[in-house]
DNA sequence: AACGAAAGTTCCAGAAAGAAACGCGAGGCG
DNA sequence: CGCCTCGCGTTTCTTTCTGGAACTTTCGTT
C-alpha cells in the first residue's frame, strides 16, 4: 500500500497518519507550538531543507491545520498559523515529549567524550 | 540536518520522531495495541512491505520499545511484544485516533459516486 | 544602482521505498 | 525419500523521495 492511499483506510490512526505523521511535519508542529509562524523560522530551526519544508507547509494548508496568513501587501508575504484542529494536535505532541525526556536522554558523553 | 542526526537533538519531541517518527513505525506500534505480534501479522495488515516492516522491527526492538521473543523452539519463531517503554506511546496513537475520527471521515462519497 | 530580506523554486546525486521473487529451516505427507 | 507448506525474513531491481545548495522574485533600504 502507497503512503497517499491511507487516506481512506479503515483507520483512524492510519488516515491521521497520512496527513501528520511523515519525518518532518510533526517537527513544524512542534514549532507551530512553541509559537513560530514565518517560512524562515522554520527554516532556521535547522530541521529540514527549504525544499521540503515549503512542500509539507502546503500539505498542512490542505488538510486544515495550518493556515496560510498574509501578514503584509507592500511586499506580500504570508505566514503560517495554527488552526483549531491543527491545535488539537498538541497533546500528542507534548505525550512525544515526555516520553522523550523520560525514554531517550542526550548521550553528551558520545559526543564529548 | 539529517534524519539520523536527530538522535542528540536538543529538543525531546525531535528525539521521540527520531524512533518512532517514520511512515510506517507508527503503524506497527498501532498493529501492536490491537494485540498483534507476529510478523506475519503485521505483514498482512497491508501497511508496508516486508523488507520496510522486518527494518522497522529490527529498529523498535533496537530502542527497547518492542521485545523479540521466542515462542517455539523446534523451528525457532519469534515474536514481537510491547515493552513498558512502547505501552507508554499508547496514548499519543490514542490522541491520533480520536483525531483521525473526527477530522477525517472515510470518504465513501467520493468512491462509491 | 547595489544590497539585503522573505518566501519560495529548481537542479542533481544519493538514499529510501515499493514490488515481487528468493532463501531457509522445520514439519507434514504420500 | 522427495516435495510441499509455513513462518520469517532477504535480495534484487526500479521508482520515488530527500539533502544540499544555488537561484528567483518582489519589494524596501542606502
New binding site residues.
Partial sequence: ???SELNDNWCPVARTLSVVG??WTLLILRDCFLGKT???EFAASGG?????L??R?KRLVEFGILERRAYST??????YVLTSKGEELRPALSIMKEWGKKHLPIRRAALEG
Same sequence: chains 1, 2.
Avoid at 74 to 79: I, N, T, W
Fill in positions: 500500500m502507497k503512503w511523515d519525518r514565518k517560512f524562515e529540514m531543507t527549504r525544499h521540503i515549503a512542500d507547509l507592500s511586499p506580500k508575504r504570508y505566514d
